[in-house]
């Protein structure tokens, strides 16, 4: 998964999966918010270790810290996948740029928004998945990117 991109561009578009048996949910409803999403989506459906795959497809509630009111929080990935040692997996996964993972002495104002509203989603989404017994992974462009990173 490479691509020259530093940060997600806002593309936006309907992804036709190749094997659309794999998706969980309508594969004639899928959506990509970024191009970092539409590489996901692309690697998921493509991938022969991942058995199953959704996006958006269900909700989690979490409490917000920047209205203390409860929205639902939409994750960009569901996977089932079965893992080197032939066990399957579940894992909730989250694209992110790392900007809007951690707070530095560069952050804006919006990134600490961001940040806030982030960590209130991905406690809520940690929660569930321990009580499902599945994983919770946020990946940023220093996942998607090492080559990159290394430098």
């Known amino acids: 998964m490479a691509t020259k991109q530093k940060y997600p561009s806002t593309m936006k578009g309907r992804f036709i999966p190749n094997n659309p048996g794999k998706y969980i949910g309508n594969a004639d409803n899928i959506f990509f918010r970024s191009s970092w999403e539409l590489m996901l989506f692309k690697w998921l459906d493509g991938t022969d270790s991942i ?85 919770f992974k946020v990946i940023t462009e220093k996942t998607l990117f090492p080559r990159k990173n290394k430098k």
């Open 51 to 135: 058995l199953q795959w959704a996006s958006e497809e269900f909700s989690i509630p979490y409490l917000s810290p920047v209205d203390n009111k409860v929205h639902q929080y939409y994750p960009d990935a569901l996977v089932i996948y079965r893992d080197k040692s032939g066990t399957i997996k579940k894992d909730i996964v989250e694209i992110k740029p790392y900007r809007e993972t951690v707070q530095t002495a560069k952050s804006t104002d919006r990134d600490k928004k961001a940040l806030l509203v982030n960590e209130a989603k991905w406690k809520a989404a940690s929660i569930f998945c321990e009580s499902q017994g599945m994983s």
